[in-house]
C-alpha cells in the first residue's frame, strides 16, 4: 500500500504564493508519474500538474509560468510551488501517484489540502 499525505495549503491574497507538500511512504516503487489535481466547488477534477521518473513534467494551461510540480526521491516527497497566484485557484488539491508493474496498474491519492486565494 501507499500512503499520500498532503500539506501547506492555506488562506493567501492574489498575487501571494504557497507550497503545497505531499509526503509518500508504504510501496514506493516502480512509480510512473506522480500528480497534482484540485477540485474548486462544484467542478471537476481537474490535472494541474504531473512529474514523471525521468522528470518529464507537464502543466494544464492556466498555470503554466506560475506554478512549478518537483519531486525529492530521497525524501519521497512531492512538491508545488505555487507563484502569483490567484482566485481561481481556490480548490482542494490533491496529490496522486501512478505505479505499474507490467500489466497491473495502481493509483493512489491523498486526502486534499485546502487552498483559497482572497481577491
Known amino acids: 500500500q501507499v500512503q499520500l499525505v498532503e500539506s501547506g495549503g492555506g488562506l493567501v491574497q492574489a498575487g501571494g504564493s504557497l507550497r503545497l507538500s505531499c509526503a509518500a511512504s508504504?510501496?514506493?516503487?516502480?512509480?510512473?508519474?506522480m500528480d497534482w489535481y484540485r477540485q474548486a466547488l462544484g467542478k471537476q477534477r481537474e490535472l494541474v500538474a504531473t512529474i514523471t521518473t525521468g522528470g518529464w513534467t507537464h502543466y494544464t494551461d492556466s498555470v503554466k509560468g506560475r506554478f512549478t510540480i518537483s519531486r525529492d526521491g530521497a525524501e519521497n516527497r512531492l512538491y508545488l510551488q505555487m507563484n502569483s497566484l490567484k482566485p481561481e485557484d481556490t480548490a482542494v488539491y490533491y496529490c496522486r501517484m501512478v505505479r505499474s508493474i507490467m500489466q497491473s496498474r495502481w493509483e493512489y491519492w491523498g486526502q486534499g489540502t485546502q487552498v483559497t486565494v482572497s481577491s
Open positions: 508504504g510501496r514506493i516503487f516502480n512509480i510512473n508519474a
